[in-house]
């Protein structure tokens, strides 16, 4: 397992953009599978974005589609999620997600095994 510590959350209004930014405490992911999912109050949580270990291969769930845009710096040792035209429904507790033991894209949570501690989206109308 990694550590992993997440910012770049807020407050934003509708139509406005945010960029959360993944780090590594303690150790480097250039070779792990990435993701980040997200939880809404009252619902489970769910896949926005992977991507796999070179940077070049990555998936995302149909509501984010077009809008948000997963990207790794492997200098910085930084996974990050840029999110454009936010919606009030992209609120939720963002998390990153990584693991050591695989390179390719994964959109499961049980195909992860390191998990942050989560920052806070709110987009209002």
């Known amino acids: 397992q990694v550590q992993l510590v997440e910012s770049g959350g807020g407050l934003v209004q509708a139509g406005g953009s945010l960029r959360l930014s993944c780090a590594a405490s303690?150790?480097?992911?250039?070779?792990?599978?990435m993701g980040w999912f997200r939880q809404a109050p009252g619902k489970e949580r769910e896949f926005v974005a992977t991507i796999d270990w070179s940077g070049t291969v990555s998936y995302y769930a149909d509501s984010v589609k077009g809008r948000f845009t997963i990207s790794r710096d492997k200098a910085k040792n930084t996974v990050d999620l840029q999110m454009n035209s936010l919606k009030p429904e992209d609120t939720a507790v963002y998390y990153c997600?990584?693991?050591?033991?695989?390179?390719?894209?994964?959109?499961?949570?049980?195909?992860?095994?390191?998990w942050g501690q989560g920052t806070q989206v709110t987009v209002s109308s």
């Open positions: 997600a990584a693991d050591p033991r695989h390179l390719t894209i994964a959109t499961m949570s049980a195909d992860f095994n390191s």
């Open positions: 303690g150790s480097t992911f250039s070779n792990y599978r």
